[in-house]
């Protein structure tokens, strides 16, 4: 009789959104559909709406892809009453060894965090609850000892402040930016200690300003901030997943020495996401 073996919590750990991905949430898009329009992207195709057929097989590519490059993703339980829930980079983020339950702005949305808390018992995972504030998982981004906040009509200077009172030793830098652009992370996404994706014009000059001082900033244009090129997924080693239709940010990307991985992932993005709003990292090392 083979012994019983005991139960090893995950332990987290994401000290940047460069290094390699070692386990990571996400969400199968099976009930996905713009119901109550949230962003400026789904405004634009609420009409054509969502092909769920389309979008849960570019969704399994997507998982694939990642089970291809040995990251062990962890798929969050979908539900009819959860149309959001493919994003799951908003319901919560990991900063260092501590996992946030993000605060939600939108209704729709609050049943999910339910899904990720009963995941991350499950996995042994203990969580700060920043439910009661309004921050958003897409709005933060980490790089070391700095953890970047976008301002918004989803995150607000008093949540960082909550935020800020969890993280000893970091120094939060918060970025106001214009709310038609969702979240920080459709604008700003650090790729690698030295460089950094950005849209400019969704920010105030002096908080590109703050950016350009840490980082070497790879500018989109807008036509490809509209099809997300910002919110590509680095998965480490400079190997990076983006969409094939951001010709100019991908060839850009790859002069600077980036492998780039290409999913298409053009239905799921139709509600205003990508695959880093896609993935909820759990380990990186």
Do not use: W
């Not at 054509?48 to 389309?54: A, G, P, Q, R």
């Not at 040995?70 to 319901?91: C, K, S």
């Not at 850009?252 to 492998?259: A, I, P, Q, S, T």
């Amino acid at each position: 009789m083979l012994p019983e073996q005991s139960f090893q919590p995950l332990v987290p750990r994401c000290n940047t959104e460069y290094e390699p991905l070692r386990d990571v949430f996400l969400c199968e898009p099976k009930h996905m559909t713009i119901v109550d329009v949230i962003n400026e992207t789904q405004k634009h195709f609420k009409d054509e709406n969502i092909n769920v057929e389309k979008a849960m097989a570019q969704h399994k590519q997507f998982v694939d892809t990642l089970r291809k490059y040995n990251v062990n993703v962890h798929l969050l339980t979908p539900g009819e009453d959860r149309p959001e829930q493919v994003f799951a980079r908003d319901i919560g983020f990991t900063i260092g060894d501590k996992v946030f339950i993000a605060g939600m702005s939108n209704d729709i949305r609050f049943d999910e965090q339910k899904v990720l808390k009963q995941e991350l018992k499950n996995l042994g995972i203990d969580y700060i609850d920043l439910q009661g504030t309004n921050i958003e998982g897409g709005d933060v981004v980490v790089d070391g000892d700095h953890v970047f906040v976008g301002i918004s009509d989803r995150t607000t200077e008093e949540a960082v402040d909550v935020l800020r009172g969890h993280l000893e030793g970091y120094e939060v830098v918060p970025i106001p930016f214009h709310p038609k652009y969702l979240h920080l992370d459709c604008v700003f996404n650090i790729l690698s200690p030295k460089e950094a994706l950005v849209f400019r014009g969704a920010m105030e000059e002096k908080y590109e300003t703050v950016l350009a001082k840490h980082y070497d900033l790879i500018h989109v244009e807008e036509d490809e901030q509209f099809t997300l090129g910002v919110n590509v997924l680095s998965i480490g080693n400079k190997k990076v997943i983006s969409l094939p239709i951001n010709k100019n940010t991908n060839k850009e990307l790859k002069k600077r020495g980036y492998e780039i991985i290409e999913v298409d992932i053009t239905e799921i993005i139709k509600s205003g996401g990508s695959f880093r709003c896609c993935s909820m990292p759990i380990v990186r090392k």
